[in-house]
T-cell receptor
Framework: RKEVEQDPGPFNVPEGATVAFNCTYS??????FFWYRQDCRKEPKLLMS???SGNEDGRFTAQLNRASQYISLLIRDSKLSDSATYLC??????????FGDGTTLTVKP | NAGVMQNPRHLVRRRGQEARLRCSPM?????VYWYRQLPEEGLKFMVY????????ESGMPKERFSAEFPKEGPSILRIQQVVRGDSAAYFC???????????FGPGTRLTVL
């Protein structure tokens, strides 16, 4: 079993749609959690950190469920510019971060 | 406030040559990480370093690969006797502390002919 597993995708959605990505992790000692996006195999860029209380940044909402070892990302009102690969990242502390393989999103007009 | 810098951005080597990839972390960051992304695959952790110390090299291939982060200067990822399978994008990231957000450089695309 992989340490971090994501929905394989790809997700193809029309503009304006709401889309949700899921991610599960296996190590209960994981300490911090992030979503990154990666465009066309350029460098990953931080989208948002994920907290147990949930956090929102504009059209993006991230949620963490420690009991179920589950992280989610919700994108509302999808834009063409949201097309990218979304990476779930779990940090064990001591510098050890594990990246999921990513979920590809394509938003179509 | 410059971000993470990597050079070269593109590197072409013939089989058997050496490749040296350099990474300068963001100002104020003393933790450096190297990742490899093979074509059509996800990011894979290679090594985590602090100044003059390798903290975690569990993702490094056992042979031909080495990394350092000297007291002065950039971090270096060195690949000796490259093979075609080493062709990949190599990303460096840095953070202020080991648990903090990692910020990525633009990567070095290595092509082995």
């Amino acid at each position: 079993r992989k340490e971090v597993e994501q929905d394989p995708g790809p997700f193809n959605v029309p503009e304006g749609a709401t889309v949700a990505f899921n991610c599960t992790y296996s190590n209960s000692a994981s300490q911090s959690f992030f979503w990154y996006r990666q465009d066309c195999r350029k460098e990953p860029k931080l989208l948002m950190s994920v907290y147990s209380s949930g956090n929102e940044d504009g059209r993006f909402t991230a949620q963490l469920n420690r009991a179920s070892q589950y992280i989610s990302l919700l994108i509302r009102d999808s834009k063409l510019s949201d097309s990218a690969t979304y990476l779930c990242v779990v940090n064990l502390g001591a510098g050890k971060s594990t990246f999921g393989d990513g979920t590809t999103l394509t938003v179509k007009p | 406030n410059a971000g993470v810098m990597q050079n070269p951005r593109h590197l072409v080597r013939r089989r058997g040559q050496e490749a040296r990839l350099r990474c300068s972390p963001m100002k104020g960051h003393s933790h450096v990480y190297w990742y490899r992304q093979l074509p059509e695959e996800g990011l894979k952790f290679m090594v985590y370093l602090q100044k003059e110390n390798i903290i975690d090299e569990s993702g490094m291939p056992k042979e031909r690969f080495s990394a350092e982060f000297p007291k002065e200067g950039p971090s270096i990822l060195r690949i000796q006797q490259v093979v075609r399978g080493d062709s990949a994008a190599y990303f460096c990231a840095s953070s202020r502390q080991g648990i903090d957000t990692q910020y990525f450089g633009p990567g070095t695309r290595l092509t082995v002919l």
